[in-house]
T-cell receptor, first 115, second 114 residues
Framework: GNSVTQMEGPVTLSEEAFLTINCTYTATGYPSLFWYVQYPGEGLQLLLKATKADDKGSNKGFEATYRKETTSFHLEKGSVQVSDSAVYFCALSDRANTGFQKLVFGTGTRLLVSP | EADIYQTPRYLVIGTGKKITLECSQTMGHDKMYWYQQDPGMELHLIHYSYGVNSTEKGDLSSESTVSRIRTEHFPLTLESARPSHTSQYLC?????????????FGQGTRLTVV
């Protein structure tokens, strides 16, 4: 099945620093790619997505581009804020043996932003 | 704002007790999922459902069971809780039967079995 590998954390940054969280994937076919964010004590929220090669997803100052040639979907933000402190999950769509379309998640990267 | 709700948010229970974690969504989604999130944050799919009267086991073997009698309701049951069941359980739903465009998550239930 399809799988996702993302960089281990924690990533510790000062406010207004540039953020990159790496994500690479292994897949047959052309899955959709996602970044989800989990704030402390909460469930996951979709941050952005891309459904085909060269698509760029963006939201709240975060961006990620679907790169088929490098099988990557790295998350970037130009200037992080303390409120961005959370756990970030890279995910892709996959098909179970039953044909069910599901999400497969990376292991998550914790981001800590200090004032 | 996603309309998917889990109760309780936190539960501490003794070994051997039967528990049911509730999950409800008001979006009319056919597909629903249960994920188990371990302390290292990794998410594992333990159950999913295509719709009413359809349930399947996910990638990670689990002693829990699920039911889907109504579209909006997807409860998870543990017949006899054990300390190894201590984890966070996340319920989710999505709209399209043949694709995953976005999954909406509840806030989770943090279960502690003592």
């Amino acid at each position: 099945g399809n799988s996702v590998t993302q960089m281990e954390g924690p990533v510790t940054l000062s406010e207004e620093a540039f953020l990159t969280i790496n994500c690479t994937y292994t897949a047959t076919g052309y899955p959709s790619l996602f970044w989800y964010v989990q704030y402390p004590g909460e469930g996951l929220q979709l941050l952005l997505k891309a459904t085909k090669a060269d698509d760029k997803g963006s939201n709240k100052g975060f961006e990620a581009t679907y790169r088929k040639e490098t099988t990557s979907f790295h998350l970037e933000k130009g200037s992080v804020q303390v409120s961005d402190s959370a756990v970030y999950f890279c995910a892709l769509s996959d098909r179970a043996n039953t044909g069910f379309q599901k999400l497969v998640f990376g292991t998550g990267t914790r981001l800590l932003v200090s004032p | 704002e996603a309309d998917i709700y889990q109760t309780p948010r936190y539960l501490v229970i003794g070994t051997g007790k039967k528990i049911t974690l509730e999950c409800s969504q008001t979006m009319g989604h056919d597909k629903m999922y249960w994920y188990q999130q371990d302390p290292g944050m990794e998410l594992h799919l333990i159950h999913y459902s295509y719709g009413v009267n359809s349930t399947e086991k996910g990638d990670l073997s689990s002693e829990s069971t699920v039911s889907r009698i109504r579209t909006e309701h997807f409860p998870l049951t543990l017949e006899s809780a054990r300390p190894s069941h201590t984890s966070q359980y996340l319920c989710a739903s999505s709209e399209y039967p043949d694709a995953v465009t976005e999954a909406f998550f509840g806030q989770g239930t943090r279960l502690t079995v003592v």
